[in-house]
């Protein structure tokens, strides 16, 4: 099966800054990559997403970008605002197969913001 | 629309004490699937079903069984609880396996005593 990697673990920025989040995946037939932001005591949710036949995707100050050929793709916020505060989970998804649909995610990156 | 919800909460079994996590969804999704998330470890699928009738295990399965009522329900058995199931336990529902956006419901936090 799939294998994600996702470094830091934890990350601590100043309010403003910037944060980049990376993540690496074993299987090159995964072609969707979705970012989860989990905050204190709640559910997972879908912050962005990305596939395949896309190398970069952008929703106000949050970006993903995607390099199939490395297999490795990155997070990055900028302009920081305290309430970015959470856990972020990267996955991926292999599109073929018995395993089409699951995800398989990484292990998280606690971000704090600092004010 | 109520989403993906889940039932208990919160619970605390005694060891080798059974339950069952319930989870039902209204958004008419087709594929249903059972994560423990647990420090440190981010979430890994137990179970799922990617179409009402089918079932198949996921990474740590052991331990847990589960049942897709219908097309809306998909309930998680533990049969003999043990002190290393103590998690926090997410449902989610996809529309289509394929289609990849997983809405996650709000989990259930379970402690084995």
């Known amino acids: 099966g799939e294998n994600v990697e996702q470094h830091p673990s934890t990350l601590s920025v100043q309010e403003g800054d910037s944060a980049v989040i990376k993540c690496t995946y074993s299987?090159?037939?995964?072609?969707?990559f979705p970012w989860y932001k989990q905050e204190l005591g709640k559910r997972p949710q879908l912050i962005i997403d990305i596939r395949s036949n896309v190398g970069e995707k952008k929703d106000q100050r949050i970006a993903v970008t995607l390099n199939k050929t490395a297999k490795h793709f990155s997070l990055h916020i900028t302009e920081t605002q305290p309430e970015d505060s959470a856990v972020y989970f990267c996955a991926a998804s292999i599109g073929r197969g018995s395993t089409l649909g699951r995800l398989y995610f990484g292990r998280g990156t606690q971000l704090t913001v600092w004010p | 629309n109520a989403g993906v919800t889940q039932t208990p909460k919160f619970q605390v079994l005694k060891t080798g004490q059974s339950m069952t996590l319930q989870c039902a969804q209204d958004m008419n999704h087709n594929s249903m699937y059972w994560y423990r998330q647990d420090p440190g470890m981010g979430l890994r699928l137990i179970y799922y079903s990617a179409s009402e009738g089918t079932t198949d295990k996921g990474e740590v399965p052991n331990g847990y069984n589960v049942s897709r009522l219908n097309k809306r329900e998909f309930s998680l058995r533990l049969e003999s609880a043990a002190p290393s199931q103590t998690s926090v336990y997410f449902c989610?529902?996809?529309?289509?396996?394929?289609?990849?956006?997983?809405?996650f419901g709000p989990g259930t936090r379970l402690t084995v005593l």
């Open positions: 989610a529902s996809t529309r289509l396996a394929g289609e990849n956006e997983q809405f």
């Open positions: 299987d090159s037939a995964s072609n969707y």
